[in-house]
């Protein structure tokens, strides 16, 4: 059935989103925070740790925008959607505790011949002054679904540096990495139903694009800001590979006169989020 494109342009109503303490210390285990036998994401994974204030982790924006906005894209197969690309910017740091209205929109619906790609857009705002905590960009690979108006370009995105990355670090994923992430509100069975994950085409259950992302973020959080989640403002990238429980990620960057760019890949060299950018202040 085709997609309702009569949502492309329409914002949403508010809705309200909070979350607390807890919420946000779930979040980091379930990007892999804590793992590291320094202790120097404390600040992250715990709330009474002596002369440790708790922090939230920057990418938990991608959760702070999304409230169910009571619209459906369409009537089609779950196990047909993949995560394409993400992006979040925030203009300080988030909440530990927080209380937004967020309104949502389909900023495009395009034709890929294969599929349909949907981009949504999303804004959060403090429930009581309105000042804006963070905005999300999402792109969503449908596949099997058709939009009118012919076959859309893919638009033009830079390439990456070629030379050696001037940072290189390594982070492990856990075999029960996605059964934490998921309790985070991502219930999405394609992570944790053998069945469901064969049905979308994998010999097993794939970690969340989010959680790669997540992770992603930690390492350039610790690499580019000093740990400082003040610092960290804007990271987008396109998913290009599944990443199973408990495989390593790889995560490069480059500092160019363009900006800072990264990318994230499996031990064996595949790519798992390419094309990424990152704004520190």
Request: hydrophobic share 40%.
């Amino acid at each position: 059935m085709p997609l309702d494109e009569s949502l492309v342009g329409v914002p949403s109503d508010p809705a309200r989103r909070t979350w607390g303490s807890k919420d946000a210390l779930l979040y980091a285990v379930g990007v892999g925070a804590g793992q590291d036998h320094t202790l120097h994401e404390l600040p992250f994974v715990t709330e009474n740790s002596a002369q440790v204030d708790q922090r939230v982790l920057p990418t938990f924006a991608v959760l702070a925008t999304q409230a169910p906005s009571g619209r459906k894209l369409g009537n089609f197969d779950p196990a047909m959607l993949v995560h394409a690309e993400q992006s979040f910017h925030i203009d300080g740091l988030l909440p530990v505790d927080g209380d937004v209205q967020v309104t949502s929109r389909v900023v495009s619906m395009q034709d890929k011949g294969s599929g349909a790609l949907v981009v949504v857009e999303a804004d959060a705002v403090d429930g009581v002054t309105g000042a804006p905590v963070a905005s999300t960009r999402s792109s969503m690979f449908i596949r099997g679904e058709t939009v009118g108006g012919g076959r859309a370009p893919s638009p033009e995105v830079a390439p990456m540096p070629s030379g050696a990355p001037d940072a290189k670090v390594t982070y492990a994923t856990r075999p029960e990495q996605a059964l934490v992430y998921r309790l985070s509100g991502d219930r999405n069975p394609l992570h944790s139903d053998p069945s469901f994950a064969a049905r979308a085409g994998f010999d097993r259950p794939i970690l969340h694009g989010l959680c790669t992302y997540g992770i992603t973020g930690r390492a350039l959080l610790h690499e580019l800001c000093g740990s400082d989640p003040a610092r960290l403002r804007s990271m987008e990238g396109r998913f290009t590979k599944p990443v199973r429980p408990g495989q390593d990620l790889m995560v490069s960057i480059w500092n160019t006169a363009d900006g800072t760019r990264f990318r994230t890949e499996l031990s064996d060299g595949t790519v798992v989020i390419d094309r990424g950018t990152v704004v520190v202040a």
